[in-house]
C-alpha cells in the first residue's frame, strides 16, 4: 500500500463573513436606547402596590370589631368557662328529657360535680295553621344534646348512660369537645345579645313614635303553590280557590279565584283561608 501524502491537500480558507451577519456586542444606537428608556418608563403602568397596614392599625380595627359585636360578653364567657362543651344523640324528641335525666343523674352519681351545665338549643317559630298564627319553641338542632363537662372516665360513664342518650357524637369511646366558634355557633339563640347603639337608637325611635324594625322571626305555613283552599273570610267568603304565590314576609298569599269563568288574581292574608273540605 503507498503511503498517503496531504502535501497537495487544499487549504481550506475561512468562511468570510456576511455583510448582514449581526453582531450581538454592537453598541445600541440612541434611538434605541431613548425606546428602551420610555418603554421601562411605562412597564409599571396600571400596577397597584397594596399598602400593608401597621401592626398598630390592625390591632385598632380588631378592637373596633369587638366594640360592635354584640356577642362579645357571650364570646369572653364561654372562653372563660370551665370544662368544654361535648355534644351527644339523644332519640329524636327526647332531647329535653335527656337534660332532666342528666341533672338528676349528676347529683346522686360520681364524677356529678364535673358536668357543670346541659343545654338544648331551641328557636322560636310562627307557625300558621288553618288561619291561626302560634308562637312555637322548637329545638333547634333534633336529635343532639350539648354537655359542658370535664371529660373522665365517670363522666363519661354518667352521660352515656342516661335513658335516651345513643352515645357521643365523633369518637364514642374517646369524644372530641367543640371548637370554640362551633359551641358559640350552637349555644348563641340562648344568649341575648348586648344592645348595640343601633338597638338602642331603634328603641328610641319607638318610643318617640317612630318605626323600628324588629327581630325576624322565621314563618311556618302548612300552605303550598298549588294547593285548593277555601277563602272564609272578605269579599270573596265561600268561594274555592288555588293559591298561586306565597309571601311569608309579608303574611300574604295570592290565590287564584273563578269569577265570570276567569282566574283572578286575588291577595289574602293567611287567617282569610282555610283547607278546601
Do not use: C
Request: aromatic fraction near 6%; glycine fraction near 6%.
Amino acid at each position: 500500500m503507498s503511503d498517503l501524502n496531504f502535501s497537495d491537500t487544499e487549504e481550506t480558507e475561512p468562511m468570510a463573513q456576511s455583510e448582514d451577519t449581526v453582531n450581538e456586542n454592537t453598541d445600541l444606537d440612541e434611538a434605541d436606547l431613548d425606546l428602551a428608556e420610555v418603554e421601562a418608563e411605562h412597564e409599571l403602568d396600571g400596577f397597584q402596590i397594596e399598602e400593608v397596614p401597621s401592626e398598630a392599625e390592625v390591632v385598632a380595627a380588631d378592637a373596633a370589631a369587638a366594640e360592635d359585636d354584640p356577642y362579645r360578653k357571650f364570646r369572653q364567657e364561654l372562653r372563660e368557662q370551665d370544662g368544654k362543651w361535648f355534644v351527644i344523640h339523644s332519640y329524636a324528641g327526647y332531647e329535653r328529657r335527656v337534660k332532666q335525666n342528666i341533672e338528676v343523674r349528676r347529683a346522686a352519681l360520681a364524677g356529678g360535680d364535673q358536668v357543670f351545665q346541659v343545654e338544648v338549643p331551641m328557636e322560636e317559630t310562627i307557625e300558621i295553621k288553618n288561619g291561626q298564627r302560634k308562637l312555637v319553641s322548637k329545638v333547634r338542632i333534633p336529635g343532639y344534646v350539648l354537655v359542658r363537662m370535664e371529660m373522665t372516665e365517670d363522666t363519661w360513664s354518667l352521660v352515656r348512660h342516661t335513658p335516651a342518650v345513643t352515645g357521643f357524637v365523633g369518637n364514642s369511646q374517646h369524644p372530641t369537645p367543640l371548637r370554640p366558634n362551633e359551641a358559640f355557633e350552637m349555644l348563641k339563640p340562648l344568649f341575648t345579645p348586648e344592645e348595640t347603639e343601633e338597638v338602642k337608637s331603634a328603641k328610641a325611635a319607638i318610643s318617640s313614635g317612630g318605626k323600628a324594625k324588629g327581630r325576624t322571626i322565621p314563618v311556618k305555613i302548612d300552605f303550598s303553590v298549588g294547593e285548593s283552599i277555601m277563602i272564609k273570610d272578605g269579599s270573596f267568603a265561600g268561594l274555592p280557590g288555588t293559591i298561586s304565590e306565597i309571601n311569608p314576609a309579608s303574611g300574604k298569599i295570592t290565590v287564584l279565584v273563578s269569577l265570570f269563568e276567569r282566574e283572578t288574581p286575588v291577595e289574602l292574608s293567611f287567617d282569610q283561608v282555610g283547607p278546601l273540605n
